[in-house]
């Protein structure tokens, strides 16, 4: 009983450094925030954050991202796995019971004298035998506890890992379906335009018929017609190829899979930045650095636990019989118990050089958790940034738009009173045309920055979400069964 009590006591004990989370970088505001006034940060819907962009098509694929996308599917398999190695470990805090059974039949002697000849009859016997057996080494320096204890964060970071691959999709997709409406919006500008040149066109022939133009007009309304046309359907390409972007994201063949397109034109949203403090919880790839620093942690104090002995305590119980019938009586039975205590005391500095491996793999962990703190930061700045320039761009690209339309129709009439060569206008109808194509790229910029930003903000997700170690005990729990787990739970 004292060994026993001794041992409960001991396991208590858990060597290596308890983990706290290092410090990182982290300014007072953004550099960025000041650029415009301030928004309820209830402007977003932080759940299906896409719903900002208020796009009934946008949402419903959405949906299906966590439905058929495929790196999705990759990542919650990975994170599966992890809580599995977690099972694995927690195993390790239980004895281990094996039962055995043999039966054995064997011959000897037997066989001829060489100096008479004669044969000589062997012997030939039977043995049974059952036996149980346990052993169990007891945690006594917390090596177990602390191999738990590194595969949960791992497995948490994990976690944090699926909701990347989730956040990516999300934001990919919200970027690619906005180039996708951009696409439709500058389709309709040139098909517009092109109607505008076509009506152009007809006006030039009839003054060409009635010997008011020269068939140089003509032919130069035709190639603005046709040149105009073909930018159109150029624009199909892009188009086409952006669609089949979103079936592969919502796990879909682009043969099987179409959006048509609408006259709706998606409004650029305003984007709300909370402190950047709040960034260390929302963004799950930081959460994942942060918990693979905490599994780094652990890993030192399973290196530390090898400079301790090894305690295994054993035992045997069991029957053995020369006949079959004898082997449940009393006096075939046997049993044993026993410990074994093991330390090493020469290595030559391979523990210790373990030891140092954990400190400095934890030590490049704290670095890349510092490093994926600050390259949040400069995503969030990054896309602020854009959204301040792109917004000011908008404004002044909207009044050179304008300034040309405007210049377009006056020059127009100007040739349809005789006064300037139909050159100027074709000049003037291009130069519109071009800074209205100019302005739909513009939109098309902002729009992806928006979305860009609240990836970098990261969307709808927080910290919280984490699943707890308790969480992940439910997922995976030990297995008691001797027999291999059923098809179900393997296809999981």
């Given at each position: 009983m004292g060994a026993v009590a001794t041992a409960v006591f001991l396991s208590a004990c858990t060597v290596g450094p308890d983990y706290r989370r290092p410090d990182a970088p982290v300014p007072a505001q953004y550099k960025e925030a000041g650029w415009k006034v301030g928004e309820p940060s209830d402007a977003i819907d932080r759940g299906a954050w896409w719903s900002v962009y208020k796009d009934p098509v946008l949402d419903d694929l959405e949906k299906q991202i966590d439905i058929s996308n495929q790196n999705l599917k990759a990542a919650e398999a990975a994170f599966q796995q992890a809580e599995w190695i977690v099972a694995q470990a927690r195993a390790g805090f239980f004895p281990t019971f094996n039962l055995n059974a043999s039966a054995q039949r064997s011959r000897t002697g037997g066989g001829s004298s060489s100096s008479t000849g004669a044969g000589r009859s062997g012997f030939t016997s039977s043995s049974f035998s059952t036996s149980a057996s346990a052993s169990w080494v007891p945690d006594l320096w917390g090596k177990i506890r602390r191999t738990v204890e590194g595969d949960v964060a791992s497995a948490q970071a994990s976690a944090s890992d699926l909701a990347s691959a989730r956040l990516a999709a999300q934001g990919t997709l919200a970027s690619v379906y906005l180039q996708l409406r951009v696409a439709d919006e500058l389709k309709r500008l040139l098909d517009a335009a092109a109607s505008y040149y076509a009506e152009s066109l007809r006006i030039t022939r009839n003054q060409y018929q009635s010997g008011t133009a020269d068939q140089s007009a003509v032919?130069?309304?035709?190639?603005?017609?046709?040149?105009?046309?073909?930018?159109?359907?150029?624009?199909?390409?892009?188009?086409?190829?952006?669609?089949?972007?979103?079936?592969?994201?919502?796990?879909?063949?682009?043969?099987?899979?179409?959006?048509?397109?609408?006259?709706?034109?998606?409004?650029?949203?305003?984007?709300?930045?909370?402190?950047?403090?709040?960034?260390?919880?929302?963004?799950?790839?930081?959460?994942?650095?942060?918990?693979?620093?905490?599994?780094?942690?652990?890993?030192?104090?399973?290196?530390?636990?090898?400079?301790?002995?090894?305690?295994?305590?054993?035992?045997?119980?069991?029957?053995?019989?020369?006949?079959?019938?004898?082997?449940?009586?009393?006096?075939?039975?046997?049993?044993?118990?026993?410990?074994?205590?093991?330390?090493?005391?020469?290595?030559?500095?391979?523990?210790?050089?373990?030891?140092?491996?954990?400190?400095?793999?934890?030590?490049?962990?704290?670095?890349?958790?510092?490093?994926?703190?600050?390259?949040?930061?400069?995503?969030?700045?990054?896309?602020?940034?854009?959204?301040?320039?792109?917004?000011?761009?908008?404004?002044?690209?909207?009044?050179?738009?304008?300034?040309?339309?405007?210049?377009?129709?006056?020059?127009?009439?100007?040739?349809?009173?005789?006064?300037?060569?139909?050159?100027?206008?074709?000049?003037?109808?291009?130069?519109?045309?071009?800074?209205?194509?100019?302005?739909?790229?513009?939109?098309?910029?902002?729009?992806?920055?928006?979305?860009?930003?609240i990836q970098a903000l990261g969307g709808g997700w927080d910290a919280a979400q984490l699943p707890s170690r308790e969480r992940i005990d439910e997922d995976a729990p030990l297995n008691f069964s001797p027999f291999p787990p059923a098809a179900e739970v393997r296809s999981r």
């Open positions: 032919s130069q309304a035709e190639a603005q017609l046709e040149s105009t046309q073909a930018q159109a359907i150029a624009v199909g390409v892009t188009r086409a190829q952006l669609e089949h972007a979103i079936a592969v994201l919502i796990g879909k063949p682009p043969a099987e899979f179409s959006i048509p397109p609408t006259e709706a034109v998606v409004a650029v949203p305003v984007i709300p930045a909370e402190m950047p403090s709040a960034l260390l919880e929302r963004r799950p790839d930081i959460a994942a650095a942060e918990r693979l620093m905490a599994s780094a942690n652990a890993q030192i104090g399973v290196a530390e636990a090898a400079f301790y002995p090894t305690i295994t305590l054993s035992a045997d119980s069991g029957t053995s019989a020369l006949t079959l019938n004898r082997l449940l009586a009393t006096s075939s039975r046997f049993w044993a118990f026993g410990s074994t205590l093991v330390e090493t005391v020469f290595d030559a500095g391979a523990r210790a050089a373990i030891v140092e491996e954990a400190r400095a793999f934890f030590d490049q962990t704290i670095a890349n958790y510092r490093q994926s703190v600050l390259t949040g930061f400069q995503q969030v700045e990054d896309q602020l940034a854009a959204l301040r320039i792109l917004a000011q761009q908008a404004e002044v690209q909207d009044k050179a738009v304008a300034a040309a339309f405007e210049a377009a129709r006056i020059l127009n009439n100007q040739y349809l009173a005789g006064t300037v060569a139909y050159t100027s206008v074709i000049v003037a109808d291009q130069t519109a045309l071009t800074n209205a194509v100019t302005a739909v790229n513009i939109r098309q910029s902002r729009l992806v920055a928006s979305a860009a930003l």
